[in-house]
């Protein structure tokens, strides 16, 4: 496996479900970001960890819960969630910690649906 | 509040033609200037970038135009291509946030 990879590739969950998004990266990267991508609207950043901590949180609803266990690996937990939140969530990673990102690698995404 | 705003929302060239897509920021804290490029079903990935210290950069059929006192930069796409059909975003950064624009989704037509 080569660059970022996002499982699972597609998910459709009910507003009642509980379930978790899986990012890897394998560049040897020591941030990792989420982001959420909607039609016709700019890429939201959702929350960045910069060697596992998190240093960004842009005022995500509670429903979405990150998890840093290491600098490879990033999940996005997923509990009652709503249509709206229907998206394609990206995971990225970029090589420093020094509070500046300029060039960020992205995984392919994860298409969910909420019913 | 939109950081940029990127021009225009759909373009559509005839295969050979230049394609060309413009993006206007406010904040002059962005000192790296970037465009991504992103295919369907896939993730964004950095096409070229430019920073202010020179105004023009080419990489093949791709240019970046920066133009600091207007406080905007364009991407160029020489001799089209159908695989160059994709949606571009510029992106610049400030600390770990990238300010994406609303994104040109470019369709050349053979």
């Known amino acids: 496996e080569t660059g970022v990879t996002q499982t699972p590739r597609h998910l459709v969950m009910g507003m009642t479900n509980k379930k978790s998004l899986k990012c890897e990266q394998h560049?040897?990267?020591?941030?990792m970001y989420w982001y959420k991508q909607s039609a016709k609207k700019p890429l939201e950043l959702m929350f960045v960890?910069?060697?596992?901590?998190?240093?960004e949180n842009n005022s995500v609803p509670s429903r979405f819960s990150p998890e840093c266990p290491n600098s490879s690996h990033l999940f996005l937990h997923l509990h009652t969630l709503q249509p709206e939140d229907s998206a394609l969530y990206l995971c990225?990673?970029?090589?420093?910690?020094?509070?500046?990102?300029?060039?960020?690698?992205f995984g392919p995404g994860t298409r969910l649906l909420v019913l | 509040q939109q950081q940029v705003k990127q021009s225009p929302q759909s373009l559509i060239v005839q295969k050979g033609g230049i394609s060309i897509i413009n993006c206007a920021y406010e904040n002059t804290a962005f000192d790296y200037f970037p465009w991504y490029q992103q295919f369907p079903g896939k993730g964004p990935a950095l096409l070229i970038a430019i920073r202010p210290d020179v105004s023009e950069k080419k990489e093949g059929r791709f240019t970046i135009s920066f133009n600091k006192s207007a406080k905007q930069f364009s991407l160029h796409i020489m001799d089209s291509q159908p695989g160059d059909s994709a949606t571009y975003f510029c992106?610049?950064?400030?600390?770990?946030?990238?300010?994406f624009g609303t994104g040109t989704r470019l369709t050349v037509i053979p």
């Open positions: 960890y910069s060697l596992e901590e998190r240093v």
């Open positions: 992106a610049p950064p400030v600390g770990n946030n990238l300010f």
């Open positions: 990225a990673s970029s090589p420093g910690t020094s509070g500046r990102a300029e060039t960020q690698y």
């Open positions: 560049l040897g990267h020591n941030a």
